[in-house]
């Protein structure tokens, strides 16, 4: 059970790192546009020299931006809860932490899919039709693998959770 809480732990707590750094950075896309390379990120866009923060208030950025704080906020509870499930802390007796980890960090990669989903789809169907030299970039990449990290985070939490309640469900009968 501890192994796979401890693998669960170790792929949130880097799943969360690549979350923070995906967020924050600028470079979901990159393009060229009159001989510049430019490059943008969830909240500013960079051209050669300096980078300026969004003013408009587009919808899928808002969505995404949306989207990616609050899977950061769920694997970082789910962290804290899976932590506090580890080393069997007494706290919040009445329901199981494991559980609960397991069921936060799948809420993460929801709350990331959707994230990851709603730039892909939009940003395809603006930009490929209208310019040809563009591409993702590594921050768009990390929110990806992310993605993959949180749903393994829970996968191994939900086995954990079951290797706990199988014994206690056998014993019952």
């Known amino acids: 059970m501890y192994s796979f809480m401890g693998g669960g732990l ?7 790192i690549l ?3 995906s967020t924050t950075t600028d470079y ?7 001989n510049n390379y430019m490059h943008q990120g ?13 003013t408009d208030s587009i919808a899928y950025w808002d969505a995404t931006r949306a989207f990616m704080i609050l899977s950061l906020l ?4 789910g962290i804290v809860i899976g ?8 706290s919040f007796s009445g329901f199981d932490k494991t559980f609960a980890a397991g069921i936060l960090f799948f809420i993460s990669c929801f709350f990331v899919l959707m994230a990851m989903a709603v730039y892909t ?23 990806w693998v992310a993605v993959v ?5 829970g996968i191994f939490y939900m086995c954990a959770y079951r290797m706990h309640e199988c014994p206690r469900n056998s014993n019952s009968r």
Do not use: D, E
């Open 19 to 21: 979350l923070i750094i």
């Open 74 to 77: 769920a694997c970082f509870i």
């Open 10 to 16: 170790f792929c949130a707590g880097v799943g969360n």
């Open 83 to 90: 932590v506090m499930a580890f080393i069997r802390s007494s």
């Open 28 to 34: 979901w896309m990159q393009y060229r546009q009159s």
């Open 149 to 153: 990290l949180t749903f393994f985070s």
């Open 121 to 143: 789809g939009v940003t395809v169907n603006y930009y490929g039709k209208r310019y040809g030299n563009w591409r993702f970039s590594w921050s768009y990449i990390m929110g």
């Open 42 to 54: 969830l909240w500013r866009y960079c051209v050669p020299g300096k980078c300026m923060t969004h």
